[in-house]
């Protein structure tokens, strides 16, 4: 096991250039390879049948997975706070009815093992990434742990905080800029597009964006997507919302299905012009992978020279258009050659 001693060690000089980690979600998904997943659905799991046919509406226009809360962190304790329990089955079912895997946020360890019954991604939301008993906690889990970055996180805390999942055990780990809080009043946050190439040259782990929490509003969400992908980004986390003025959390910067679609299309062009492309969902039964094994066990979540040893030169699959060979067990990380 490999662990981060000092922040100074995360230097873009001490890397093996061009080795990237890809993370395997339920033997459908790839996230850090050359395919760029889009993960869509509402802010909060509002009932069954709003969250079925968001689920459906999001598949139909290219997610390939689903986001939904079923416990939510608001700043005021009056706010919906989501269903709890009950919105975890609703996204059990709404998982066996699309395919789609459902990227869900855990509040509190005590959460883990009934969170982990439906997930197949834990979310680490921005008010937790230095949650220490938390970050261990789903440290121990086999799935893989998408980490939003803190509203007043440097990139060094983010990377520290990944480490105390690393550090425990898990090396599924998935960064997400989700904007951060500045002087600046006119977005809800100010999204650092600079995180994404500085992020990527520093740590083998995948690098996705919500545009959703950093703009604040619909109109935002695209342009600031576009961005993203033009920056590197590995993949998109947006909300989308069957009626967003109607939803009971962030229906102000929620997209219809109908402007997601558009968004996923216009991804799709940006993607091709800096030759990746846009993943498209599965359909079918999982796909089933051969085993690559690191020969030093889990990763340090920063990249480590040539003494550190811990580089994998396979080559993985690229998603819609070949199926991934690298994935270890069900929701494994590994890394391939790709340029940064």
Known sequence: MLHLLEPSRSSATQQRAGTRSIINVAGRVAIGGRSIAIIAGPCSVEGRDMLLDSARAVRDAGAVMLRGGAYKPRTSPYSFR??????LD????AREATGLPVVTEILDPRQLERIESVADVLQVGARNMQNFALLSEVGKSRKPVLLKRGLSATMDEL????EYVLAAGN???ILCERGIRTFETATRNTLDVAAVPVLKSRTH?????????????????EPLALAAIAAGADGLIVEVHPNPSGALSDGEQSLTPARFARLVERCGAVATAIGRQVAV??????ATASVVRAPNGAKSAVKSGAKSGVRLGAKAGVIGAAPASVVRDAS?????PWPA
Do not use: M, T
């Open 332 to 336: 494994r990380s590994v890394e391939e």
């Open 281 to 286: 969902p599965k359909s079918g039964a999982a």
């Open 171 to 173: 090396p599924n780990v």
């Open 82 to 87: 989501g269903l709890g329990e009950e919105a």
């Open 90 to 93: 609703i996204l059990a079912d």
């Open 205 to 221: 782990l995948p690098v996705i964006v919500d545009p959703s929490h950093a703009g604040g509003h619909w109109e935002l969400v």
């Open 159 to 162: 990377l520290l905080a990944a």
